[in-house]
């Protein structure tokens, strides 16, 4: 089956260490692929995107991913975590032979940044 | 931020009552979401509304119904709750499909069926 996966469900790192979130996804051409982050009691917020072009892409809050076509992989990047940085992070992909405006989730990943 | 609010945003109902949650945007958007969120499952998507009166299924469409008799509404309606339709509902925006534009997501509902 199609899918997104998301396979860490919880991780923790120290402030000011660099991050890392999986994702991978099971489409057969190249999707559309997103990574949002929700904060606690809120809703999600769209942190980059990536359509084609230069494989690694540049969002908000210092945030960068790479689409890696090759391991069907689109991992989600920070340099150095900040406390505020602190939520569920969800990757998402639009399966491009889909007709309509659909977001496939990931199950999501909780990180949890520890003074 | 783009202008969605859901209402309500907390609601306690029992099993068997029918449920309406709205979706209100100022953003003029064609398309408009109803997703839910539960633990292990991510967003999943229920309908969607691609203009007024145009209305599709998504992954988990059964047991929900919509309307969109407004541009700048999308009514999401359990026609009589179930306890496995307790969830956090999510309403989302975007100006046009395939998604070449960003969804922006409204701050959820959270609904329990007692």
């Known amino acids: 089956a199609q899918s997104v996966t998301q396979p860490d469900i919880h991780i923790t790192v120290s402030e000011g260490a660099s991050l890392e979130l999986r994702c991978n996804y099971s489409?057969?051409?190249?999707?559309?692929l997103f990574w949002y982050v929700q904060s606690p009691g809120q809703g999600l917020q769209l942190l980059l995107k990536y359509f084609s072009g230069d494989t690694l892409v540049q969002g908000i809050k210092g945030f960068e991913a790479e689409f890696k076509r090759s391991q069907s992989s689109f991992n989600l990047r920070k340099p150095s975590v900040h406390w505020s940085d602190a939520a569920e992070y969800f990757c998402a992909v639009v399966p491009d032979q889909t007709g309509a405006n659909n977001l496939f989730f990931g199950t999501g990943t909780r990180l949890t940044v520890i003074p | 931020d783009a202008g969605i609010t859901q209402s309500p945003r907390h609601k306690v109902t029992e099993t068997g009552t029918p449920v309406t949650l709205r979706c209100h945007q100022t953003e003029n958007h064609r398309y408009m979401y109803w997703y839910r969120q539960d633990p292990g499952h991510g967003l999943r998507l229920i309908h969607y509304s691609y203009g007024v009166k145009d209305t599709d299924k998504g992954e988990v469409s059964d047991g929900y119904s919509v309307s969109r008799s407004k541009t700048e509404d999308f009514l999401l309606t359990l026609e009589s709750a179930t306890s496995s339709q307790t969830s956090v509902y999510f309403c989302?925006?975007?100006?046009?499909?395939?998604?070449?534009?960003?969804?922006?997501f409204g701050p959820g509902t959270r609904l329990l069926v007692l």
């Open positions: 989302a925006i975007s100006e046009a499909p395939r998604s070449q534009e960003t969804q922006y």
């Open positions: 489409y057969g051409a190249t999707p559309y």
